[in-house]
Antibody, heavy 120, light 108 residues
Framework: QVHLVQSGPEVKKPGASVKVSCKTSGYTFTSYGVSWVRQVPGHGLEWMGWISGYNGKSKNAQKLQGRLTMTSDTSTSTAYMELRNLRSDDAAVYYC?????????????WGQGTLVTVSS | SYILTQPPSMSVAPGKTARITCGGNNIGFKSVHWYQQKSGQAPVLVISFNSDRPSGIPERFSGSNSGNTAALTISRVEAGDEADYYCQVWDSSSDHRVFGGGTKLTVL
């Protein structure tokens, strides 16, 4: 069975950074990618970017360029998302998803979500 | 960037058919995926590549895509189908993955 298990909720101050982990199991990590999607409570889904489990290549959404870094550790089948210089509008639930290669266009399994609160 | 347009909400009586649309410029040339998100839960893929049903998704869920409109159709709607539904595509020109704004389906 495919599972994506994310790290726990975070509370951060404006200007700080947050790093969320996504530990995967039940499939060959290097045969897929991991994408990150966030959702402000009560609002829709926003794609943030994705990273290839095969070669570590990543692609960020343009609006997050410069603040978002995605990494992965193939030895533990874990992906990471770090968002820097947090603002109040970054407060959201962050999801990791498995994506197909090479197009990374389909999100077939999702993590449980990590709530990130940004408050002074 | 590529924009996907969904109706914000719709309601349907149990046993009837719900058709949720997703509009986009020449969306018929793209592969559309649909996700169901129940309250407080992570999204679940219900339709992939316009009309394929992943394992475990009831046959009541079907999809279509042509011209400027894709659609998710839920036949014989049940109370358990009440959820938010999102369409999604890969915009190859920007290499971005794009979601529609979501449609809240209420079962009367």
């Amino acid at each position: 069975q495919v599972h994506l298990v994310q790290s726990g909720p975070e509370v951060k101050k404006p200007g700080a950074s947050v790093k969320v982990s996504c530990k995967t199991s039940g499939y060959t990590f290097t045969s897929y990618g991991v994408s990150w999607v966030r959702q402000v409570p009560g609002h829709g889904l926003e794609w943030m970017g994705w990273i290839s489990g095969y070669n570590g290549k990543s692609k960020n959404a343009q609006k997050l360029q410069g603040r978002l870094t995605m990494t992965s550790d193939t030895s533990t089948s874990t992906a990471y998302m770090e968002l820097r210089n947090l603002r109040s509008d970054d407060a959201a639930v962050y999801y990791c998803t498995r994506v197909d290669l090479p197009a990374a266009g389909l999100f077939d399994y999702w993590g449980q979500g990590t709530l990130v609160t940004v408050s002074s | 960037s590529y924009i996907l347009t969904q109706p914000p909400s719709m309601s349907v009586a149990p046993g009837k058919t719900a058709r949720i649309t997703c509009g986009g410029n020449n969306i018929g040339f793209k592969s559309v995926h649909w996700y169901q998100q129940k309250s407080g839960q992570a999204p679940v893929l219900v339709i992939s590549f316009n009309s394929d049903r992943p394992s475990g998704i009831p046959e009541r869920f079907s999809g279509s895509n042509s011209g400027n409109t894709a659609a998710l159709t839920i036949s014989r709607v049940e109370a358990g189908d009440e959820a938010d539904y999102y369409c999604q595509v890969w915009d190859s020109s920007s290499d971005h993955r794009v979601f529609g704004g979501g449609t809240k389906l209420t079962v009367l």
